[in-house]
Each structure stands twice: as structure tokens, then as C-alpha cells.
Nanobody, 126 residues
């Protein structure tokens, strides 16, 4: 059974940092497209970052470039999102998702992904 479980979300002050984890079970991370999305209240789900494990290519939405880093640990079958210099506008529920590899610019499309985690809340506030 495919399962994705996010963790690491919490309340953090502006300028702070967090590392989100997405632990996968029921499959291995190789040869999949992996994405991190976020959804703030009243807003659509937004692609934040993606990684194509078939070739290691990473993708970021412009608003997080230089601040967020996506990575994976094959031994732990886990994907991470390191978030630095957090801003109040980063406040949202963060989700990880998996889909076919080779997504290219389509990494931001919600419909590309077939499996989603339950989400973890990130709140950036003083």
C-alpha cells in the first residue's frame, strides 16, 4: 500500500528555518516525480518544489528559489524540504506527492500526481 507521511511542520518566527520530511512506504522513491505543494486558507494548492528522481533534476517556484531546497535520502526512503529564511507568506499546509517521472515543467500540476500525503501545517508568525 502506497503511503506518504509528512512531518516537521510547526510555528516558526519570520527568518527561521524548518525541514519538512515525507516518509514513503509501499514503494521506493527511485524513478518517480516527487513534489512538495502548499495550500493556504482560501487559496489553491500551489507547487513549491519538485524533484525527478530519474535524473535528479529539481524545480522551484520563483517565490522560494534560494530559500528552499528539496532533497531525498534513498536509504530512508524519505524526501525533505529544507526551508530557510521563512516568511509569513509561506504559511500553509504543506503536502508531498508522487507521480510519474519526466514531468519537466509539469511538476507544478496537481493532476500529475497520483498519491498525496495528509499534509503538515507550517505557520510563520512573530
Amino acid at each position: 500500500q502506497v503511503q506518504l507521511v509528512e512531518s516537521g511542520g510547526c510555528l516558526v518566527q519570520p527568518g527561521g528555518r524548518l525541514r519538512l520530511s515525507c516518509a514513503a512506504s509501499g514503494f521506493t522513491l527511485d524513478h518517480y516525480g516527487l513534489g512538495w505543494f502548499r495550500q493556504a486558507p482560501g487559496k489553491e494548492r500551489e507547487g513549491v518544489s519538485g524533484i525527478d528522481t530519474s535524473d535528479g533534476t529539481t524545480y522551484y517556484v520563483d517565490s522560494v528559489k534560494g530559500r528552499f531546497t528539496i532533497s531525498r535520502d534513498n536509504a530512508k526512503n524519505t524526501v525533505y524540504l529544507q526551508m530557510n529564511n521563512l516568511k509569513p507568506e509561506d504559511t500553509a499546509v504543506y503536502y508531498c506527492a508522487i507521480g510519474p517521472p519526466g514531468f519537466g515543467s509539469r511538476w507544478r500540476y496537481v493532476d500529475w500526481y497520483g498519491y498525496w500525503g495528509q499534509g503538515t501545517q507550517v505557520t510563520v508568525s512573530s
